[in-house]
C-alpha cells in the first residue's frame, strides 16, 4: 500500500487497470468494515493488521482469479495471524478465488490450505495435503519449525 | 498605516508569484526528487515567446495562452528527452543537466531575441486603486496575479484530490514501483507532472515580466526567492509552496519598504538559512514516524 494516499485512494487505486470491471468499494467495505471506519485516513496511520486488509482489500478490487499473498503474517500478533488466515479461507471459499500462499508460518498456513508444498533451498521436499505435512513429525522438525 | 498596507498588499501581489515558482519546483520535486535549476530559465523562453506572439497580434490574452501552452510543451519535452534517461542514475545527473539547459536556453533566448532588455505589457491596469482619496500601490494587475495563481493553485489541488488522473499522478510520485504493478504508466505522469509544472512557471513569467522587464537573464532572482519559498513552506508540501511564496512576498516587501530594496537578496538568504536551521522540512511538511 501507498502509505501517503487514504486508504479510500489505495482501494481505487488498485481497479484502476479494470475499468468498469472493478469491484465497488462498498463490496470491499462489506468484507473489511474497519477499512470503511478508516477510509478518509492516510495509509500510515492504519495498525499492521488493518494495512494487510488494505493490501488484501486493494488486490480483491480488481476481481482477481487468482490472490498471491507474500507472508502477509509477517510482523502481526498472534490473534491477528489467526483472523488474517481465516479470512483468507474465507475469502477462498466465497469468492472462489486460487490462492497462492507463501508463509513462513507454517502452522498457521496449513490450517487454511488445501494443498502444502514445502520448499528447502528452492527445491520442493513435500508436496501433500495439509493433513499429511502435519501429520509428518520429522518433516515438521526438519523444516516447519512446530 | 498607508505605507504598511501598501507594502501588504504588494506583498502579497508578489508573493503570488513566488508562489507560482515555488509551486513549479515543488511539483517537479514531488515527482521525481529533481530540482529543476532551468526552471527559471524555462519561464523566461515560454515568456519571450509570449511577448512575440503579443508584438505579432497585438493581443495580450492570445500571448498568455501561448505561454502556458509553450510551458506544458516545454516541460513535457524536458521530462521525456533530457529527464526520463536520467531518472534512475545518481541525482547528481540530473543536477548537471538541469544545470546545462538554464546555459542552453539563456544562450537560445540570446541568440533568438538579442540579449536587451525589453518591457513587456501588463494584462490590466498598473494605475493603483483609489481609497478614500489616497492611492495604493495595490492595481487592478496585482488583483489579476493573485486571483489568477490562486485560481491555478486550486485547479491544481482539484485535479490531484479528485480525479483519477490526479491518483495516478500522486501513487507515481508517492511509490513508483507499486504504481508501475497497478498498471499506472509511470513515466507518463512524470511527463505530465513536468508539463503542468513547466505551466505554473511560465505563468509566474508573463505575471513577473511587466515589473522585471524581459531579459535572458532577468529571472534569475525570481527562481532563487521560489526556491526559498518552496523550502520555506517545504519542498513536499504544494500548499505549502503558495503559502510559503505569499509568506515570503510579505516579508521582503517589508524588507524593501522600511530597510531598503537592497536587503532583499540578504532578507531572502537569511530566510532560508533560519528555516534550514529550525524546521529544516518547511513550516508544511508532515513529520514522517519511523517504526523501531
Known sequence: MIAELTVEENLRLGGLWRGRGAAPLSE????????????????????????????IGRALVGRPRALLLDEPSLGLAPRLVAQLMSLIRKLADTLGLAVLLVEQNARSALSVANRGVVLNLGRVVADEAPERLAGDESLRHAYLGF | MTKFIDLTLSGVSTGAIYAAVALALVLIWRATRIVNFAQGAMLMFTTFIASAVITSTGSYWFGFAVALLSGLVLGAIVERVLIRPVENAPALNAVI??????????????????NQTRSFPSAFSLRGFEVGGTRLLFTPNDVFIVAVVIAVAAGLALLFRTTTLGLRMRAAAFAPEVARLL??????????????????????????AP????????????LITGFVAAVLGGLDSPPGAVVGGLLLGVALSYVAGYEGSALVPLAALVILVVVLMIRPTGLFSATKERRV
Open chain 1, 28 to 55: 470491499i467495505y462489506e468484507l473489511f468494515p474497519r477499512l470503511e471506519e478508516r477510509r478518509g485516513q492516510p495509509a500510515s496511520t492504519l495498525s499492521g493488521g488493518e494495512r494487510q486488509m488494505l493490501s
Open chain 2, 211 to 222: 515589473s522585471v522587464f524581459l531579459g535572458p537573464n532577468n529571472f534569475d532572482p525570481i
Open chain 2, 97 to 114: 543537466l538541469t544545470l546545462g539547459l538554464y546555459i542552453l536556453l539563456v544562450a537560445v533566448a540570446g541568440m533568438i531575441w538579442g
Open chain 2, 183 to 208: 498498471g499506472v504508466r509511470v513515466g507518463r505522469m512524470f511527463t505530465v507532472g513536468w508539463a503542468l509544472a513547466a505551466m505554473t512557471g511560465s505563468l509566474a513569467g508573463v505575471l513577473v
